[in-house]
């Protein structure tokens, strides 16, 4: 995938990394929110990664990738993005258009958070 569709789908989830984490270049929790299944997604998680990787952020290292797939139940994706909002993660990348996006926008109204 190239760098515009993985920031074109970065916004569409309304998912960006809170400036003040990035400072303490702590280990982040990211949520990853998605209504279809792993394996149909490789592409989807492996750009993400590599989407990450380019702004520094690294799989275990800098970041750790909490991942919920409502496997085509859209009804689980608000239980799934509730779930993510009690770990808690600096932020919920909401894919697979606005579905998922709306899920985690009613789990909470504070990710992210604003310095």
């Not at 995938?1 to 569409?12: E, G, H, K, S, T």
């Not at 799989?59 to 009804?75: M, N």
Request: aromatic letters at 8%.
């Amino acid at each position: 995938m190239r760098r515009r569709a993985f920031i074109a789908l970065l916004c569409a989830g309304g998912a960006a990394l809170p400036l003040a984490a990035r400072a303490q270049q702590t280990t982040q929790v990211v949520g990853f929110l998605s209504p279809g299944s792993p394996e149909p997604s490789s592409f989807l998680v492996a750009a993400f990664r590599e989407g990450l990787k380019e702004f520094s952020y690294i799989e275990g290292k800098d970041v750790r990738i909490e991942y919920r797939w409502a496997r085509g139940q859209y009804d689980q994706l608000q239980k799934l993005a509730t779930d993510l909002v009690k770990l808690p993660v600096a932020v919920i990348a909401a894919t697979r258009g606005t579905v998922s996006a709306e899920a985690a926008k009613s789990a909470t109204s504070t990710i992210p958070s604003r310095p």
